[in-house]
């Protein structure tokens, strides 16, 4: 009896299966987000893991326990004891800020005029107080199911992203000799080489984004000690560690940087009005914010994983439009990791070498060989030949 299908029906087996996957992955499409949120905290987190496990020569499983727990235990801790205070000093600003937009609604209570031109800025500062007022930050009674299930929803996808971190941070290793181990034998070394390369893309990456943070710090410190703003230098680190965050951090520190400057003033340009020089802060740091984007982060992150900068820049754009924070992380090694794999792909279906950079390699190891040819024979001394007779 043949127990091996026969080709034809093998062939609609696999789209058969095929099909009912990709239904499958559309339907839980949702899960998609919690899912590489906790394996982008996984990555990030992993260096860690390898240190503890290269030093102390600790199993993964522990070593991850230890990383996992002592993360969540700084952000428990920094939560607990720096929320209040930062829900306190919100209220004394919202405070200073209604107080100034009072000030600043008589300063406009008459419209401008420039020439034959009237402009009246009223409006706007009604607009301010609107975004601003505390009543408007705080839930009515009648979106209070709404904000349940909202939360209780985030809850859930938070655990998600919890559990995922952790499991791939303690079982990553034996999850990835699972997935090489389902091809065939004769394959799995290539895979192993493969993957080699696309983790070293990943790990460049993660090089590159710390390498950004402290240029990013260090420029930012400087342009706003330059102007005088208070608290230029803890300002510029959080705005280069900020910067991890696309669209969320830029947004926070910009907006933290002008309410510093609003209240405190210069330290420099002491007879600018604070009003002016909130305005001067805010322009200065949106300055080196779009250089930022449009210079400073594609050649620093394209050379960490060898992609021109003009194509890291436009994927981090597109990812912006079309899939906002997680999607500008993960875009640029994602791109390289495609490239990877798609050079690979197209050498197995052209029947070459699956890497073609061995190549290489291997006449190197021939120049040894090549040199000991060129090199003349060493002539025989008389004891060493009648040692020989």
């Given at each position: 009896?043949?127990?091996?299908?026969?080709?034809?029906?093998?062939?609609?087996?696999?789209?058969?299966?095929?099909?009912?996957?990709?239904?499958?992955?559309?339907?839980?499409?949702?899960?998609?987000?919690?899912?590489?949120?906790?394996?982008?905290?996984?990555?990030?987190?992993?260096?860690?893991?390898?240190?503890?496990?290269?030093?102390?020569?600790?199993?993964?499983?522990?070593?991850?326990?230890?990383?996992?727990?002592?993360?969540?235990?700084?952000?428990?801790?920094?939560?607990?004891?720096?929320?209040?205070?930062?829900?306190?000093?919100?209220?004394?600003?919202?405070?200073?800020?209604?107080?100034?937009?009072?000030?600043?609604?008589?300063?406009?209570?008459?419209?401008?005029t420039f020439g034959s031109l009237r402009v009246d800025l009223r409006l706007l500062v009604l607009a301010l107080r609107g975004l601003v007022d505390q009543n408007a930050i705080v839930p009515q009674p009648a979106d209070a199911l709404r904000f349940l299930?909202?939360?209780?929803?985030?809850?859930?996808?938070?655990?998600?992203?919890?559990?995922?971190?952790?499991?791939?941070?303690?079982?990553?290793?034996?999850?990835?000799?699972?997935?090489?181990?389902?091809?065939?034998?004769?394959?799995?070394?290539?895979?192993?080489?493969?993957?080699?390369?696309?983790?070293?893309?990943?790990?460049?990456?993660?090089?590159?984004?710390?390498?950004?943070?402290?240029?990013?710090?260090?420029?930012?410190?400087?342009?706003?000690?330059?102007?005088?703003?208070?608290?230029?230098?803890?300002?510029?680190?959080?705005?280069?560690?900020?910067?991890?965050?696309?669209?969320?951090?830029?947004?926070?520190?910009?907006?933290?940087?002008?309410?510093?400057?609003?209240?405190?003033?210069?330290?420099?340009?002491?007879?600018?009005?604070?009003?002016?020089?909130?305005?001067?802060?805010?322009?200065?740091?949106?300055?080196?914010?779009?250089?930022?984007?449009?210079?400073?982060?594609?050649?620093?992150?394209?050379?960490?994983?060898?992609?021109?900068?003009g194509v890291v820049f436009i994927a981090i754009v597109a990812a912006v439009v079309l899939q906002g924070v997680l999607g500008v992380l993960?875009?640029?090694?994602?791109?390289?990791?495609?490239?990877?794999?798609?050079?690979?792909?197209?050498?197995?279906?052209?029947?070459?070498?699956?890497?073609?950079?061995?190549?290489?390699?291997?006449?190197?190891?021939?120049?040894?060989?090549?040199?000991?040819?060129?090199?003349?024979?060493?002539?025989?001394?008389?004891?060493?030949?009648?040692?020989?007779?």
């Open positions: 009896m043949n127990r091996i299908w026969d080709a034809p029906f093998r062939y609609i087996v696999l789209t058969a299966l095929l099909i009912l996957l990709a239904g499958l992955l559309w339907y839980i499409r949702e899960i998609f987000k919690p899912l590489l949120t906790g394996a982008l905290i996984a990555y990030f987190l992993s260096p860690g893991v390898s240190f503890l496990i290269s030093r102390y020569r600790l199993r993964r499983r522990t070593a991850a326990s230890i990383v996992y727990v002592s993360t969540l235990a700084i952000v428990v801790i920094i939560s607990v004891t720096l929320l209040p205070e930062m829900f306190e000093q919100i209220k004394s600003i919202l405070t200073d800020i209604t107080a100034a937009l009072t000030d600043l609604e008589t300063s406009f209570s008459a419209p401008l299930q909202v939360t209780s929803r985030g809850f859930l996808w938070f655990l998600v992203i919890l559990v995922t971190a952790y499991y791939l941070m303690a079982e990553w290793d034996r999850l990835r000799n699972w997935l090489i181990e389902l091809a065939p034998a004769r394959e799995q070394r290539d895979l192993i080489q493969l993957y080699r390369r696309v983790r070293g893309v990943w790990t460049g990456y993660l090089r590159g984004q710390i390498r950004l943070i402290i240029i990013l710090a260090i420029i930012y410190s400087i342009a706003w000690q330059i102007i005088g703003l208070p608290g230029a230098l803890p300002l510029g680190m959080f705005a280069g560690l900020l910067n991890l965050l696309p669209e969320v951090g830029p947004a926070g520190i910009a907006l933290l940087a002008t309410i510093v400057a609003f209240l405190e003033g210069s330290s420099i340009f002491t007879q600018l009005p604070h009003l002016w020089f909130a305005a001067l802060t805010l322009g200065v740091y949106l300055l080196l914010n779009t250089f930022k984007t449009v210079f400073i982060q594609p050649r620093i992150l394209g050379h960490s994983v060898l992609l021109h900068q993960i875009v640029v090694p994602l791109l390289a990791s495609i490239v990877i794999v798609g050079k690979y792909i197209r050498r197995r279906l052209l029947g070459l070498h699956p890497f073609d950079d061995e190549e290489p390699a291997s006449s190197r190891d021939l120049e040894p060989a090549a040199a000991s040819k060129a090199r003349p024979a060493r002539k025989r001394t008389p004891a060493r030949e009648k040692t020989r007779k």
